[in-house]
């Protein structure tokens, strides 16, 4: 069993979307807190390791981690075989060029200005939520022909969509936007139920001192 060191805070959508994968895999880790309030996602040190200065980092080599530990943990995560893939590949790139985009600035613009005491913007906020509406409205379709997005079992796909939507559903006053779809409102009580998101937002409300 190998062991990975993961850095950054596990507040972060990104980090925790990594969590997520690492103990559906049965991933040994070690979680290393990365004070973004001190910037030190922009120090040397990290950079040698996220050259972007942005968490997560992973420490030891640039893993894929579904393919190192594809025998171990959850074997269909990734697909099991080349049209599966294929379409979990479809559904995380809908998921990056999509979803995120809207789903992430209401995240920032809802659940995290108020925190950070920054002023929300009330034209960026309407924007995102008509697109991010209209994104469901094409999953809750989707969802309607299969239980989960690349088929009729989790994989990556729809693990890649709980960070955000974890925070719009109970840290924003739009999970209506979840709830009233009826096919989407199903899906987000499956996949957010599942033991290893669980464990990661237990992680997150008992966050390790920076
Ligand atoms: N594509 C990257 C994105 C990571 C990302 O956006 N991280 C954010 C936190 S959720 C970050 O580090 N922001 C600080 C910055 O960009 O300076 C991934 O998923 O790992």
């Not at 980092?57 to 393919?67: G, L």
């Not at 989960?148 to 559903?169: C, I, K, M, R, W």
Request: aromatic share 10%; charged share 25%.
């Amino acid at each position: 069993m190998g062991s990975v060191n993961v850095y950054g805070p596990t507040l972060s959508t990104a980090v925790s979307r990594v969590l997520a994968c690492l103990i559906e895999k049965e991933v040994q880790f070690q979680l290393i807190n990365v004070d973004m309030s001190k910037e030190h996602h922009k120090k040397p040190d990290f950079l040698k390791i996220q050259p972007f200065g942005q968490v997560p980092a992973f420490q030891d080599e640039n893993i894929f981690v579904t393919e190192k530990y594809a025998e171990q943990g959850n074997k269909a995560l990734y697909g099991t075989n080349l049209l599966e893939r294929a379409s979990i590949d479809q559904w995380l790139e809908a998921e990056g060029q999509s979803f995120n985009p809207p789903s992430s600035t209401l995240v920032f613009q809802l659940a995290f200005a108020p925190r950070m005491k920054l002023k929300q913007d009330p034209a960026v906020i309407a924007q995102s939520e008509e697109k991010l509406g209209k994104v469901l409205d094409v999953y809750e379709r989707r969802l309607g022909e299969s239980k989960f997005l690349a088929g009729d079992e989790f994989t990556l796909a729809d693990l890649s969509h709980l960070p955000n939507t974890q925070y719009l559903v109970h840290n924003t006053d739009r999970s209506e936007m979840f709830a009233s779809r009826k096919n989407v409102s199903r899906w987000w009580e499956e996949i957010s139920g599942r033991a290893s998101w669980k464990k990661v937002v237990e992680m997150q409300k008992n966050p390790t001192p920076a």
